[in-house]
Each structure stands twice: as structure tokens, then as C-alpha cells.
């Protein structure tokens, strides 16, 4: 199976005001947000899970990973271990009211409150569609698609009316639309399914970036942006019709999403279908982006256990359960050691010096050795590349420095799989 290789062009560190911090609806009055960022001419599926795996996230096709000892509200990636999530009861009563919703007042067989042992999520979750409910004679019609994430206008109407509502953002035009939520720099290939002739119709064949359309009735109630990589379904974005606040979209899509890495990963499990116990399938996760802990409209992202926080500096994965104590007295973390916890929650607001940077560690010589950059590129669209070291891009103090910084963000390894590309000096 042919990969596709990913190429980068870094942007550097940046610094911006912080839209978690400030009043509501509004950002911070200070620049108190740090990042660094790439724009991805063209990414690997594998590269970025890897990525996401280090603290990055993507927007469209640009790329950032936040600085989360110098930033206002620190940024924890979080993911979900999908194959171990078991329902609470309110979720459960989410799915339960939905489908009684669509199918009619007096539900059926398959809407009936279930205990906890009874309740199986994949079953439930399917429950009011008639695609896998032929016989069903539902009030209302509900349908979920999967597509290629792509701009229609009604796709930038539901957004442009849940931005206003949600959001009191009434300046949104089709291009930023699109840069944000359509454009994404993923190049997929297939995902591999033990035998793809019994895959269902409903799941996608390939990595990449998606759209999860949920109608009602024929109309665009939500759409959820999403990425669907080798352990993970990433979330990127959910927007929803305010008018179908009552029936909870947000968290339903959520649960949505969870199945859908667990369906994803039943299909490619071969020794499930092979009726043995060992597992061979590494899609296994659900990550959710950030969680911010001192921003309490992300807490709810803490509502589906187990989840796990990303630890800033060794990159291991940590309870969030075992977490959230030390997030209570410190703004910045580092899970593996918290010794090394920084910043007093206390003291938070306090005057004082600007909190100091983490220093990455230094790349080795044989990983400066490995990265590479494109030279030149031909009329039918072949590249040259060379190692960094050797081009004329490493003669310039800045360009050198750039590479070296973003090297260090994305980790000797990953630095070695990604080929930069440069503005010329």
C-alpha cells in the first residue's frame, strides 16, 4: 500500500489574544495565547496521527500546537478509549429520547430504557434509522451520511445560522467557511478492512477527512466535521439548526462518533471476525481536540470515561480521573512529574513576570542529517528534494532556525517522516 508523503511549510511561533479567557463572546484584551504553526501542503494520514499524538491540531490546512507553559488557558489534548466507554445514564437517555422522538411517541421494541448491562450502544444508536430498520415506520425520517468533506451552500447556511445563534458571529463568508471546515490537507488511503465485501454501506473505505451529515426529514440538522485516521476518529467541529437544540446534537454526535470508531474498528479487526479473542485493530480512540480545564464550557468534554489527557513534555497518555486534581492547582502540568507543575491556579491573575517557555530538546545531529526539503519542482508536478543541511535555505540564519524550531515541535522521528518546503529567501 502506497502512502502519501506529507509535505510542510512552518510558519513559526505565534501569538494571539485567547477566545476562552475573555468575556463572553469576546477575546481576551491581551495577546496571551502562544502557538506554533505550520501550513500542510499535504499530509499522511499515519504522519498526522502522529501529530495529534504530540499536541498538534488542525484548522483547514493550517496547523498548531500550543505552548501550554506560556499560554492563558492551556491546551490538553483529549481522547476517549471508545472500545471501553460504557454510557452513563443521561447519555443513555439522550439516545432513548431521540429515538422515540423520530420514531413516534410510543417508540418500539428497540427505544425501550435499557439498564447498563442491556445497553449495547452500536444497537441503540441505529435504532430510529430506517436504512438498517427496513420495516420501521417511523414518524420522522433521520438519516447519517458519511462524504468527503466538500462546500454546498447549505452546508454554509446551517453554519452561517449556528455561528449567529451559538456564537453572536453574524461576519462569516464562504471562503472562511470553507478554509476552516472544507479544506483539509489529508490525503487518505484505504482503510484495512479484514474482508471489504462485508463492510456496510454506511462506513467509509478510505482515511481522511469527512462530514457527517445528520437530516431530518430531508433538512440539514448538523453536520460534524471530522478525521478519520489509522487509531482515531478525530472530532475537528459539530455545528447544529439552533431550532433542534431540544434534542441535545451536540452530545449525540458525540456518541455517534463513538460508534463509529466502534464500527470502523470491528471491521478491521481480523481476528474478530475470525471469532478469535486477540485484538489486531488499532482504531481505538475518539479524540475531542483540547480540554481546557479552566474554561467550564470544555469541561463537558469530561462527560465520557474513560478519557485521557496528553502529557505536555514526555507526550504519554494519563487519566484524566488522575488529572484533574493537579489541574485544580495548576494552570501547567506535565502529568509524567508533576513536580514540575508551574503556575498556582492562585496566583493565576496575579502581576508578574510572563511565564517562561519549556525548551524542546535539542535535535541530534543524525536527525538534522534526516530532514529533508524540497529543492525545486518540475512542470508536472515532480519535486527535488535534498537534506536541509545541504540546501541553500540552511546558509540563512532565519530559515535554519525555522526548520530547527519546527523539527523540535514535531519530535525527531516525526521531523524525519515530513519534507519541509521553504519560501525562498
Known amino acids: 500500500m502506497d502512502i502519501p508523503i506529507s509535505v510542510i511549510q512552518p510558519y513559526g511561533p505565534n501569538t494571539s489574544t485567547c477566545g476562552y479567557c475573555g468575556p463572553p463572546g469576546q477575546r481576551s484584551a491581551k495577546a496571551s495565547s502562544h502557538t506554533f504553526g505550520i501550513d500542510a501542503v499535504q499530509l499522511s494520514c499515519p504522519v498526522y496521527q502522529k501529530m495529534i499524538d504530540r499536541g498538534w491540531r488542525r484548522s483547514g490546512e493550517y496547523l498548531y500546537k500550543p505552548d501550554l507553559a506560556r499560554s492563558c488557558c492551556p491546551h490538553y489534548t483529549i481522547r476517549l478509549d471508545a472500545v471501553d466507554f460504557k454510557p452513563s445514564r443521561s447519555q443513555r437517555k439522550i439516545i432513548h429520547r431521540f429515538n422515540r422522538f423520530v420514531i413516534g411517541e410510543g417508540g418500539g421494541d428497540n427505544t425501550k430504557a435499557q439498564s447498563d448491562t442491556s445497553f449495547v450502544l452500536l444497537d441503540q444508536i441505529h435504532a430510529s434509522e430506517k436504512a ?25 447556511n446551517l453554519f452561517n445560522k449556528y455561528q449567529a445563534a451559538v456564537h453572536n458571529d453574524h461576519d462569516k463568508s464562504p471562503s472562511g467557511f470553507s478554509r476552516f471546515l472544507c479544506e483539509t490537507p489529508l490525503k487518505g488511503h484505504a482503510i484495512p478492512y479484514f474482508s471489504i465485501d462485508n463492510v456496510p454501506s454506511h462506513l467509509p473505505r478510505v482515511y481522511g477527512s469527512y462530514h457527517q451529515m445528520y437530516r431530518l426529514d430531508g433538512v440539514l440538522v448538523a453536520m460534524g466535521v471530522i478525521d478519520i485516521l489509522p487509531d482515531c476518529v478525530s472530532s475537528v467541529y459539530l455545528m447544529y439548526d439552533p431550532d433542534y437544540d431540544c434534542h441535545s446534537l451536540g452530545k449525540l454526535s458525540a456518541l455517534r462518533e463513538i460508534s463509529l470508531v466502534q464500527e470502523i474498528r470491528h471491521y478491521t479487526n481480523r481476528t474478530a471476525q475470525e471469532g478469535q479473542q486477540n485484538d489486531t485493530a488499532s482504531m481505538r480512540y475518539l479524540y475531542m481536540g483540547y480540554y481546557i480545564h479552566v474554561c467550564p464550557k470544555m469541561k463537558y468534554k469530561g462527560e465520557y470515561s474513560p478519557s485521557f489527557l496528553l502529557e505536555p513534555e514526555q507526550y504519554t497518555w494519563h487519566s484524566l480521573n488522575e488529572c484533574v486534581s493537579l489541574l485544580d492547582k495548576y494552570l501547567y502540568v506535565p502529568f509524567a512529574n508533576p513536580s514540575r507543575a508551574t503556575r498556582a491556579m492562585e496566583e493565576r491573575d496575579a502581576p508578574g513576570p510572563k511565564p517562561a517557555a519549556v525548551p524542546k530538546p535539542a535535535l541530534s545531529t543524525q536527525a538534522l542529517k534526516s530532514l529533508k526539503v524540497i529543492k525545486s519542482t518540475t512542470r508536472d508536478g515532480k519535486i527535488k528534494v535534498v537534506p536541509c543541511m545541504s540546501s541553500h535555505y540552511w546558509k540563512s540564519n532565519y530559515q535554519r532556525n525555522l526548520i530547527t524550531r519546527a523539527g523540535e515541535e514535531l519530535g525527531e522521528q516525526l521531523a524525519g517522516e515530513v519534507i519541509f518546503m521553504m519560501e525562498s529567501s
Open 132 to 156: 438498517f430498520h427496513p420495516s420501521l415506520q417511523p414518524k420522522h425520517l433521520f438519516e447519517v451520511t458519511i462524504e468527503p468533506s466538500s462546500f454546498t451552500v447549505e452546508k454554509f
